[in-house]
């Protein structure tokens, strides 16, 4: 295939640019520092006007959540975050939503994580995309409706805009496969460590095809839905900011034997399940086989 003429790149870049200005992105590498007051970033203050209001958020949430990510990315496109939880979920007391927020991403607002009792921790891992030097956040709500935040700066830059890991033909070809198992055998009465493995592209929309010189339309994993014995444990609403292959590590509290099930929809609205038989506790799990 040839490669296209300049005019053609040339609109290309710009049709990238374009869609980055649309979704309200001017790229502030120059400007981040780990030495900026995290409270004046203007994405993160316009969010916080616009969901929060003038709901106080506790800045030194150290007591109820947790943020983990490395100060130098190897890899932009794939950097490891851990949002963990300070205490365990009960009925009077529990973490109902952690919003993720990468100030300097195209998309800002990489999503939300809602938890139950019935999940026995609020922790979740996964890994995202960074596309300039940023402050990261993980702001929890409790069930008494008070917000605590935890604030890390990740430098990493042109994780969004990275080529792919396939081509298009070969990522179709696995889009929806899925892994769904259990880590290990949790002492009785703990949360239960669980992880998600999804075959998808993720595509962000602003990567060039290295092959086609073309860039190919954001497409996604939009919601995730995980259940054990039928009641809620993870619900996940996120954006194209989660990696290629999403992958999430996450905890459910088993009470007897059950069915973890995982429903995963994308943004073309395709969808996705899994589902593993869970031992009661003290027994080992079976390996989970994948599934379209």
């Known amino acids: 295939m040839q490669a296209m003429k300049p005019h053609a790149v ?35 203050l316009d969010f916080r006007a616009g969901t929060f209001q003038d709901r106080p958020i506790d800045a030194h949430g150290d007591a109820v959540i947790k943020l983990d990510a490395p100060k130098r990315a190897a890899d932009a496109a794939i950097v490891p975050i851990s949002i963990i939880a300070q205490f365990p979920q009960t009925p009077t007391r529990y973490i109902r939503k952690i919003y993720l927020f990468i100030d300097q991403n195209p998309e800002p607002y990489a999503g ?18 960074v596309e300039d030097y940023t402050f990261m956040r ?5 069930n008494d409706g008070r917000l605590y935040s935890a604030v890390r700066f990740v430098k990493a830059s042109g994780g969004c805009s990275a080529p792919a890991g396939k081509d298009d033909e070969a990522a179709a070809a696995n889009v929806g496969k899925m ?30 095809n290295q092959i086609t010189r073309m860039y190919a339309s954001a497409y996604y994993v939009r919601k995730i839905d995980v259940t054990y014995a039928g009641k809620p444990v993870m619900t996940a609403n996120v954006n194209f900011s989660i990696s290629e292959n999403p992958n999430f590590r996450f905890y459910f509290m088993p009470r007897g034997s059950g069915e973890l099930k995982a429903a995963v929809q994308d943004t073309q609205k395709h969808v996705f ?5 869970v ?14």
């Open 179 to 208: 892994r769904l198992r259990t880590e290990g055998a949790a002492p009785a009465g703990q949360p239960q460590l669980a992880q998600l493995m999804i075959s998808h592209p993720n595509r962000t929309g602003m990567a060039m």
């Open 138 to 142: 993980a702001i929890a709500e409790t």
């Open 112 to 129: 939300w994580f809602e938890f139950t009792p019935e999940s026995g921790r609020a922790s979740i891992e996964t890994r995202v995309r």
């Open 273 to 277: 399940e899994s589902a593993i038989s």
């Open 10 to 44: 040339t609109w290309a870049a710009g049709f990238a640019l374009v869609s980055m200005l649309t979704m309200g992105h001017v790229t502030q590498a120059a400007q981040s520092s780990p030495d900026d007051d995290p409270n004046k970033v203007a994405s993160w």
């Open 279 to 292: 031992p009661a506790q003290g027994v080992a799990a079976q390996p989970a086989p994948a599934h379209m």
